[in-house]
């Protein structure tokens, strides 16, 4: 069965604390991965994605990257408002383009 | 450039009566998705369609749920007949659907409460 794993569940971070945000897949074959912020009460924002092993995209102060098991969620210099939860999702090569997501990470950057 | 957008924003129903969640796409999409964020829980899939076809209905519960997504107008998700465990936050989510991949561009959701 396809599945979506994020670790860890909730992070707490001070300002300028650099950390990585992982979410790891096993699938029957990957189409594409994606990286979504979600702020409360909100519907997720799109962020990256990236289709095949040893890709990379950046943005601002977030990086992502991809390996053939899992992918992770760089934040460099974190503030305060990129408090929010980060999730993960991916499209299989079985089936339809839907996506199957992960739980998310809970991000809280503290001044 | 408007982005997904969804109506109601808050909906509140007793138990039996019917809900029904609306979803203009984006400008320029043709591919829909409906995806259901129950408390504590992470987005789970429910339908993916394109006008006037039901793609993939995989997630939807066999029972009460319907969807449609008509030539003209937006797409309905319809719920009849609602339980308390009908309370969610559902989102509706579109693509371009060209040939390649697309990501999804979500809606700020419908969050319904079932008394």
């Known amino acids: 069965e396809d599945q979506v794993t994020q670790s860890p569940e909730a992070l707490r971070l001070q300002e300028g604390e650099s950390s990585s945000l992982n979410c790891s897949y096993t699938v029957s074959g990957l189409r594409g991965l994606f990286w979504y912020r979600q702020d409360p009460g909100k519907g997720p924002e799109f962020l990256f994605t990236?289709?095949?092993a040893g890709e990379e995209k950046e943005k601002e102060r977030l990086k992502a990257t991809l390996t053939k098991k899992e992918s992770f969620l760089h934040i460099t210099a974190p503030k305060p408002e990129d408090s929010a939860t980060y999730l993960c999702a991916v499209v299989t090569t079985s089936g339809t383009y839907k996506y199957i997501f992960g739980t998310g990470t809970r991000l809280k950057v503290l001044a | 450039n408007a982005g997904v957008m969804q109506n109601p924003r808050h909906l509140v129903r007793r138990r039996g009566q019917e809900a029904r969640l609306r979803c203009s796409p984006m400008?320029?999409?043709?591919?829909v998705y409906w995806y259901r964020q129950l408390p504590e829980e992470g987005l789970k899939f429910m339908v993916y369609l394109q006008k006037e076809n039901i793609i993939d209905e995989s997630g939807m519960p066999k029972e009460r749920f319907s969807a449609e997504f008509p030539k003209e107008g937006p797409s309905i998700l319809r719920i009849q007949q609602v339980v308390r465990g009908d309370s969610a936050a559902y989102f509706c989510?579109?693509?371009?659907?060209?040939?390649?991949?697309?990501?999804?561009?979500f809606g700020p959701g419908t969050r319904l409460t079932v008394l």
């Open positions: 990236l289709y095949s």
């Open positions: 400008k320029g999409h043709s591919h």
């Open positions: 989510a579109s693509s371009p659907g060209r040939v390649t991949y697309n990501e999804q561009f």
